[in-house]
């Protein structure tokens, strides 16, 4: 069974879209200010292709990144290699790894909070990075505006696009006619499709993924429950004028929070 994560070198150009530079400008604003100090360290979660911890390992802090997927974490390694970039690509669970190392700040990206299907998973979770910051250390989760989970008014979040690089395209399609929603366990079976094309010959790859629409009120409960963490800000996009809201501006969940020592 293919699984999106096992296709790096597609899911990177799959994913390469964002404004990355830009993001971390963001995620280094919220996460000093939380701080009160400039961030020294930081480790991104389900980190992919590892695009914005690259980012910080080039403006010389303490960069790490971590997923499950050894596929994913052997392709990121070697880009991180080919840069000559300081930084470790660890292959682990972000529900149970645990370090000496310390970091200032953690972060998580996109859908991939959603990855978390249980609400022992977030609690894990919470533990996990908590155990992994410095005292007063900030934790940022970006995901889904909760309307995108449950079909309430304009969906932000893209489901079909095309990316190329070097002659490859690939066009996305997240989601299909046989996904299937549980309402008990508020898990979504989904089927991610990429159709790649390279040398005019197109090769398509089906690859189901579970993903967990987490509502608001039970994200908030989790995070007093932890006793970990408490929400400093929250925002609806990787902008800081843009609270968290209703209004179509407000697009993503973006949970800045801090460590309670």
């Given amino acids: ?11 990177d ?10 993001e971390v400008d963001f995620l280094l604003r919220v996460a000093e200010k939380q701080l009160g100090r400039p961030v020294k ?6 980190c992919g292709p590892a695009y914005h911890a690259r980012e910080f390992a080039r403006r010389g802090i303490v960069s790490d990144g971590l997923d499950r997927s050894p596929e994913m974490v052997a392709y990121t390694r070697e880009l991180a290699s080919k840069e000559r970039l300081a930084m470790n690509v660890i292959e682990a669970d972000m529900r149970s790894y ?6 200032d700040f953690a972060y998580i990206l996109i859908a991939s909070f959603a990855h978390l299907l249980t609400n022992q998973d977030i609690l894990d979770n919470f533990n996990c990075v908590a155990d992994l910051l410095n005292d007063g250390g900030v934790y940022v989760i970006v995901t889904a ?9 304009e969906r932000y979040a893209k489901t ?6 070097d002659g490859t395209v690939v066009i996305t399609d997240w989601g299909g006619e046989n996904d299937r929603f549980d309402p008990l366990t508020e898990i979504d079976d989904v089927t991610v499709t990429f159709a790649v094309t390279e040398n005019s010959e197109t090769t398509m790859h089906k690859c189901p993924e579970r993903l967990r629409r ?5 994200f908030q409960a ?6 970990r963490f408490e929400i400093a800000s929250l925002l609806g996009d990787l902008d800081e004028s843009v609270p968290l809201s209703n209004e179509n501006e407000s697009g993503r969940l973006v949970a800045v929070m801090g460590k309670i020592t």
């Fill in 1 to 11: 069974m293919t699984r999106t994560y096992s296709l790096p070198h597609i899911y």
């Fill in 13 to 22: 150009i799959a994913f390469d879209f964002r404004d990355v530079k830009g």
């Fill in 41 to 46: 360290s930081a480790i991104e979660l389900a």
């Fill in 98 to 103: 645990r370090s000496e190392k310390k970091y």
């Fill in 145 to 153: 505006h909760p309307r995108d989970f449950w079909g309430v008014g």
């Fill in 160 to 165: 079909h696009w095309t990316m190329e690089r």
């Fill in 214 to 218: 987490l509502s608001f009120q039970t």
């Fill in 222 to 227: 989790l995070v007093k429950l932890s006793g």
